[in-house]
C-alpha cells in the first residue's frame, strides 16, 4: 500500500500518517518494497529530518538499482540531490541529477525535478543564465505533462532571474503563476475551505520584494499584510512572516505615509528571493 499510494499521501500532506504506516513496519518488510522505503526516506527530507533522509535514500536507491527500477531509482537520486544542494556540494548534486535523468524517461516527472533543482544550484552558484535555461528546460516538460503542479512552482522560480537582473514588471509575471485563481475569496464563499498554500505564501513574498523594489509601497503593503496573518499556520516557528514584518517595518511605513522615493538607506543591501524546491 505505502509503494503504490506513498506518492499520493506525500502530495495531499498525509506525512504523519506514512510515517505512521511505515515505521509501524518490521525493517525487512519495507525493504522488500524498494518504493516505500523511498516514501519513508521522502518524508524525512520535508520534515527536516536530513540525516535519517540521507540514509533511508542511499539504502532505498541501492535496493531500487538491485530490482531494475530505473524510474525509481532516479526519483531517490534527484531527493539525494536535494540534500547535497542543501548542503552546498553543488558537484555532487549535479552528479546525482545527471545519473538520475539518464535513468528517468524522456516525459516523467523525475526530468522535471532535475530540472528545477538543477537550477536551484545554478541559481546559488550566481550562474543566472544558466539557471533561466534550466527552469524554461523543466517548464517545458512540465507543460509537456501538463503538469498544474510542477507548472505553477517552476514559473514561480523563473521569476528569480528577472528580479535579480532588475526587471521586476517580469518577475510579477512570473510570480503571480504561483498563485491559483480559482479560489473562491473568503467574503464570496464563506464556506470555502481551500487555503492558500505554503508555496502562494512564498510566492506573495517575493512579489512583495518586487513591489518594494519598484517603489510601489501601497501594493507591497496590501500583499504583505493579507498574508502575514496566514503564515504561521503553515510553518509555525519559520521565519516567513517575519519576513514580511522586515519588508513593513520600518522603512516601508515611513516611506509609504511621506509618498517619499527609496533613498539607498532605504532598502536592504541586495535584492534577494526565495526559491521552491521539489
Not at 538543477?118 to 534550466?134: F, K, N, S, Y
Not at 467574503?187 to 510601489?216: I, Q, T
Request: glycine share 8%; charged share 25%; proline share 6%.
Amino acid at each position: 500500500m505505502i509503494a503504490e499510494k506513498g506518492s499520493e499521501w506525500i502530495s495531499s500532506g498525509a506525512l504523519g500518517s506514512l510515517a505512521s504506516l511505515a515505521d509501524s513496519l518490521p525493517p525487512p518488510a519495507l525493504e522488500a518494497h524498494p518504493r516505500a522505503l523511498q516514501h519513508r526516506a521522502e518524508v524525512a527530507r520535508l520534515r527536516g529530518e536530513y540525516e535519517s533522509a540521507h540514509s533511508l535514500l542511499r539504502r532505498a536507491a541501492a535496493l531500487l538499482h538491485d530490482a531494475g527500477d530505473n524510474e525509481g531509482e532516479a526519483d531517490a537520486l534527484h531527493s539525494l540531490a536535494t540534500l547535497a544542494r542543501r548542503d552546498g556540494d553543488y558537484e555532487l548534486a549535479f552528479t546525482y541529477l545527471d545519473r538520475a535523468t539518464e535513468l528517468s524517461e524522456s516525459n516523467s516527472a523525475v526530468r522535471t525535478k532535475c530540472g528545477n533543482t538543477r537550477g536551484l544550484c545554478l541559481v546559488a552558484m550566481g550562474e543566472w543564465t544558466a539557471a533561466e535555461r534550466e527552469f524554461r528546460g523543466a517548464l517545458q516538460l512540465a507543460e509537456e505533462r501538463n503538469d498544474e503542479h510542477y507548472i505553477r512552482l517552476i514559473a514561480h522560480n523563473l521569476g528569480t532571474p528577472a528580479g535579480m537582473r532588475g526587471d521586476f514588471g517580469e518577475a510579477l509575471r512570473w510570480l503571480g503563476r504561483m498563485l491559483r485563481k480559482d479560489r473562491p475569496r473568503a467574503e464570496e464563499s464563506p464556506d470555502a475551505s481551500d487555503p492558500p498554500m505554503p508555496r502562494e505564501a512564498v510566492a506573495h513574498l517575493n512579489m512583495a520584494r518586487c513591489y518594494l523594489y519598484r517603489g510601489d509601497f501601497a501594493a507591497c503593503e496590501t500583499i504583505s499584510t493579507a498574508r502575514v496573518g496566514a503564515l504561521p499556520t503553515f510553518q509555525p516557528g519559520r521565519r516567513s512572516g517575519g519576513d514580511f514584518r522586515d519588508l513593513r517595518q520600518p522603512f516601508i511605513a515611513n516611506a509609504a505615509r511621506s509618498n517619499a522615493p527609496l533613498n539607498s538607506t532605504d532598502v536592504p543591501p541586495a535584492f534577494t528571493m526565495k526559491l521552491e524546491s521539489v
